[in-house]
Every structure is written in C-alpha cells, then in structure tokens.
Nanobody, 122 residues
Framework: EVQLVESGGGFVQPGGSLRLSCAASGFLFSNYALTWVRQAPGKGLEWVSGIYAGVGGTEYADSVKDRFTLSRDNAKNTVYLQMNSLKPEDTAVYYC???????????????WGQGTQVTVSS
C-alpha cells in the first residue's frame, strides 16, 4: 500500500522556520519525483516545490524561492521542505505528492499525503 505521511507543521511567528517531512512507503521511492503543494483557506491548490527522481534537481515557486529548500533522502524514503523566513501568506495545509514523472502540474501526481497544517501568525 502506498503511503505518504507528512509531519512537522505547526504554528510559527512571521520570520520563523519550520521543516516539513514526508515519509513514503509502498513504492520505489528513489524512482519517483516528489512535490509539495499547499492550499490556503478558501483557495485552490498551489504548487510550491518539486524534486526530480534519483538525486535530481529542485524547482520552486516564485513565492517561496530563496526561502524554502527541498531535499530528499532516498535511504530514508523521506523528502524534506525546510521553510525559512515564513510569512503569514504561507499559512496553508501542505501536502506532499509522488509521481513517476516530474511535473509542476499537481494533477500529474497520483500519490498524496494527508497534509499538515502550517500557520504563520503573530
């Protein structure tokens, strides 16, 4: 059974940091592209960042570039999203997703986690 389990969300003040983790099981992790997508209250899904399969490169949405860092540990079947300099507009439920082919289009990903809440507020 394919599973993606996110963790690390929480409440943080503006300017703070959080590290989200997504632990995967049930598929050959290293062969899959991973992505983080978020959904703010009352809004649609927003692609945040993605990483190619293997030791592939990363890409970021302009809204998080230079603040967020995505990495993967294929030995641990885990992907990490380090979020620094957080802003209130980063408040959202963050989902990780896995797919056989890299894309910034969320519909290309067929395995999704349950999400973790990130709240940035003073």
């Amino acid at each position: 059974e394919v599973q993606l389990v996110e963790s690390g969300g929480g409440f943080v003040q503006p300017g703070g940091s959080l590290r989200l983790s997504c632990a995967a099981s049930g598929f050959l992790f290293s062969n899959y592209a991973l992505t983080w997508v978020r959904q703010a209250p009352g809004k649609g899904l927003e692609w945040v960042s993605g990483i190619y399969a293997g030791v592939g490169g990363t890409e970021y949405a302009d809204s998080v570039k230079d603040r967020f860092t995505l990495s993967r540990d294929n030995a641990k079947n885990t992907v990490y999203l380090q979020m620094n300099s957080l802003k209130p507009e980063d408040t959202a439920v963050y989902y990780c997703a896995a797919g056989e082919k890299y894309s910034i289009l969320t519909r290309q990903y067929n395995h999704w986690g349950q999400g973790t809440q990130v709240t940035v507020s003073s």
